[in-house]
């Protein structure tokens, strides 16, 4: 565990064309706080330039709002739909970009990551960490859909790794 002096302001996403889960968190090194948790949604007959377009847009919106500093995104995996996962590739790259170019911090983290740094187990089922997530944040119920919680996931594990040095862009 690391200790964090003063409190940083995180973007967590759990990307994809069609729906591109978002969290902003706060961590002050020992509790996580949502800030605001949501879901961007593009239209599937629509270009995917504009679909990108769209998302990083929204993402940008996010970003002047609440002034993040970092931003923490899931690594697209190996999937059985090449197509599905180029576009997540297109969407985790764009974000990163967007980041970087506006003075942030941008790391990414593979699934098993996540998994191990919310539930303790790399292997946990998606309910096991969905039940974490209400945990750790105090939540009352499970952020829907499924892509918002992921992206709470994604941001609480860049809070308890971010000093580590561990390289989380090859993990």
Same mark, same amino acid.
């Given at each position: 565990?690391? /200790? ?6 995180i973007?967590g &996403?759990?990307p $994809? +064309?069609? #729906?591109? *889960?978002y969290?902003? /968190? ?8 949502? &800030?605001?948790? $949501? +879901?961007? #949604?593009? *239209? ?37 739909n ?6 997540v ?14 003075g ?6 593979a699934p ?10 790399g292997?946990?089922s ?25 992206a709470?996931?994604v ?17």
């Open positions: 565990m690391h /200790i964090v002096t003063g409190k940083v302001r973007l &996403i759990d $994809g +064309l069609s #729906k591109c *889960g969290a902003v /968190i706060d961590y002050d090194g020992r509790h996580p706080q949502s &800030i605001e948790h $949501g +879901l961007i #949604k593009t *239209g599937s007959k629509e270009l995917t330039s504009k679909r990108l377009a769209e998302i990083i847009a929204e993402i940008r919106d996010v970003i002047k709002e609440h002034k993040p500093s970092e931003l923490a995104i899931e690594r697209v995996y190996f999937h059985r090449v197509s599905t996962a180029i576009d590739a297109m969407v985790m790259g764009a974000a990163m970009v967007l980041a970087t170019d506006l942030m911090e941008a790391r990414q983290y098993l990551q996540i998994k191990r740094a919310i539930t303790g187990v292997r946990a998606k309910e096991q960490v969905q039940k974490m997530i209400v945990a750790h944040y105090g939540l009352d119920e499970m952020p829907k859909p499924a892509d918002v919680a992921d709470l996931a941001a609480l594990t860049h809070a308890h790794l971010r000093n580590s040095p561990e390289d989380h862009s090859v993990s």
